[in-house]
Each structure stands twice: as C-alpha cells, then as structure tokens.
C-alpha cells in the first residue's frame, strides 16, 4: 500500500510453498481487494481448507484467484511477486527432496518479464539464493527491506 497508494485492483502472485505466510496472504489479499496468483509444486500446494476460505473471499470480494504449478502463469500481469523460504524449521531432513521438487521456481528476471510493468519483489526473509537470485533481489524493484522495516512498527 505505501508503495503502490492502494492495493485494491493489484495482482499479486505467491511463486512458492504452500506455506504459513502464504496461508496469511490467502486470507487477507481478497479482502484488500487484490488478486491472488499461487504456483506451488505438485504436494506442496496451500492447505485446502484454507484454499476454500480463499475461494469464498475472491467470490465475496469480486477478485480474482488462480492456483497452478506454472511459476510464469502466476507471474502473468503480477504488480507484487512474492515468495519465502522452501525449508522451514523442522524441515531440514526434507531439503534435498524438497530443491528437487523446487527446480524452476526461482524468481529471476525472466519471471519478471511477464509481470506487470509496475512489478515489485517481496520476501519476507531469511532469503536463500535458490528462492530469488540476486538480480531481483537487489534491484531498485525489490521492496524486501522495506517490508523489513515496516515489521518493525508492528510490535
């Protein structure tokens, strides 16, 4: 909102797992009037129960939800890219099959290309290289240490 003046109307597109901050975006991005794309792989997709919740809200709202396994499909017209960590706490036993099953999900600059052209990066970090390389990461769109910041004034 502090960069764009508003968010109703944006598209912002989950390039990752189907993880606990994705889950938080699910339940909110619908009701702040935002699109919501999700590319997860196969077995890592949103909890379903969460998924249908979503899916009420983008009806109730008017907006849009796509969930697919197409990295580029979810980055299609995105204002906000956004992804986090494919390794959480507890687990690590499960790493090397997990960047397996991650491989093409990296957000580059080729992922950008068929973004919005007012596109930006999110991360809520840690951040892990095979996650967002460093080209999108640094870049002037990149808004990481910004949402960093604004943590901050949450406490």
């Known amino acids: 909102q502090e960069h764009y003046g508003g968010l109703n109307g944006l598209t912002i597109a989950w390039i990752g797992d189907g993880n606990n901050v994705l889950h938080s975006i699910m339940t909110s991005a619908?009701?702040?009037?935002?699109?919501?794309?999700?590319?997860?792989?196969?077995?890592?997709?949103?909890?379903?129960?969460?998924?249908?919740?979503?899916?009420?809200?983008?009806?109730?709202y008017g907006t849009k939800l796509l969930l697919t396994t197409d990295p580029l499909e979810a980055a299609d017209s995105a204002n906000v890219l956004v992804t986090d960590t494919w390794i959480s706490m507890g687990q690590e036993e499960e790493k090397k099959e997990r960047l397996k099953a991650f491989q093409g999900y990296q957000i580059t600059m080729q992922t950008t290309k068929s973004a919005a052209s007012n596109w930006t990066f999110l991360h809520c970090l840690p951040r892990k290289p095979e996650e967002v390389d460093d080209e999108v990461f640094y870049s002037p769109r990149s808004l990481v240490f910004q949402e960093a910041e604004n943590r901050k004034w949450t406490f």
């Open 30 to 60: 619908a009701k702040l009037g935002m699109h919501l794309h999700i590319a997860t792989p196969k077995g890592f997709e949103p909890n379903l129960r969460i998924t249908r919740i979503t899916e009420q809200y983008s009806q109730e």
